[in-house]
């Protein structure tokens, strides 16, 4: 049996109909409400990670915290756990993704870290302009914003700090200039790469590519929001290799990884998305599926359970 650990139903759906196309066995442990005995021995199975790090946006604080435990759990009785308490750690905190990205001698945006309004004016004051505040633990790039200037930060400091992130730690990073306006984000199965998926970003930086994330606008057609995901499916770069070592390191079995290139042509990765989507529209139009793909591996690993 697959056991499935998630707190999102929305982002689950198109997941439930391939596995049941499929026939693999599940059932969903939704750990909101979901509690497991640890005083006892876990089910026999395979257990696949779908914790978010925006767990918190849909009133779920804490159910990562309560699954990291439930992990260690499942891992101390030996269970074959998919994204398990190392993935997890690291979906939950950028900082620990960088440093663990650094490690690998993979270039990352430069980042300081900090928790109260003081401590982030003093690190602004010497900040390269221009730079962006993020949540040490968001999702959907949720509290992303630029800054010009050290002034137009000081100006909105006190409106940043009436929404804090739920961990208390605040990122300043100073902002890659693009030639181009989009990111590209690598998709791993298995640790194994899937595809590209380039992202426009000209619209900001809520760059979740699941369609459910998707807010409608009034002023943009169907054709448009659709176009903002294109996937590559003919992407070769060494990079790759590279983040398929790094995710082995990390024990990672799946992911989707983000970079930018700046205008010297340096790849800058910047985020590690342990909980990844996949865009069904994009996936169509370029004849690929992600979802198919994961679940083949899930039946794979079962077998081998």
């Keep these: 049996m697959l056991y499935i650990l998630h707190e999102n139903d929305q982002w689950l759906a198109p997941f439930r109909e391939t596995f049941a196309e499929m026939g693999l066995p599940f059932t969903e442990w939704h750990m ?16 696949y990670v ?20 439930v992990l260690c759990w499942l891992e101390r009785h030996g269970r074959r756990v998919i994204n398990g308490s190392a993935a997890l750690d690291l979906e ?49 790039g949720l509290g992303v914003e630029r800054f010009d200037s050290f002034d137009a930060f000081e100006i909105r400091i006190d409106a940043l700090a009436e929404t804090p992130p739920v961990d208390g730690v605040t990122l300043l990073q100073v902002y890659i200039d693009s030639p181009e306006s989009f990111i590209t984000r690598c998709e791993f199965i298995g640790g194994k790469f899937v595809y590209a998926l380039r992202v426009d970003t000209s619209e900001g930086f809520e760059l ?8 409608p606008d009034q002023h943009d057609s169907s054709e ?27 024990q990672i079995d799946i992911a989707g990884i983000e970079f930018i290139i700046d205008r010297g042509g340096c790849k800058w990765t910047y985020d590690v998305n342990v909980n990844t989507n ?18 083949q591996y899930l039946k794979k690993e079962l077998a081998r359970c």
Excluded: W
């Design 92 to 140: 939950l905190s950028k900082v620990r993704q960088y440093q663990a990205l650094m490690a690998h001698e993979l270039p990352v945006p430069l980042t300081y870290a900090a928790r109260s309004p003081e401590q982030l004016l003093g690190l602004a004051r010497n900040m390269p302009c221009p730079f962006v505040t993020k949540h040490n633990r968001a999702g959907m």
């Design 208 to 215: 979740c590519p699941a369609d459910n994330c998707s807010v």
């Design 278 to 295: 996949y865009n069904v529209e994009a996936e169509h139009r370029a004849g690929v599926n992600a979802r198919f793909r994961l679940a």
């Design 224 to 250: 448009t929001k659709m176009l903002r995901f294109e996937i590559i499916t003919d992407y070769v770069d060494p990079i790759i290799s590279r983040y398929e070592n790094f995710l082995r390191e990390q």
């Design 50 to 69: 779908r914790m978010s790090a925006s767990a918190h946006t849909r009133g779920h604080s804490g159910v990562p915290e309560l699954t990291a435990g």
């Design 32 to 47: 909101a409400s979901f509690l497991p005995d640890l005083t006892a021995e876990p089910p026999r199975g395979i257990f």
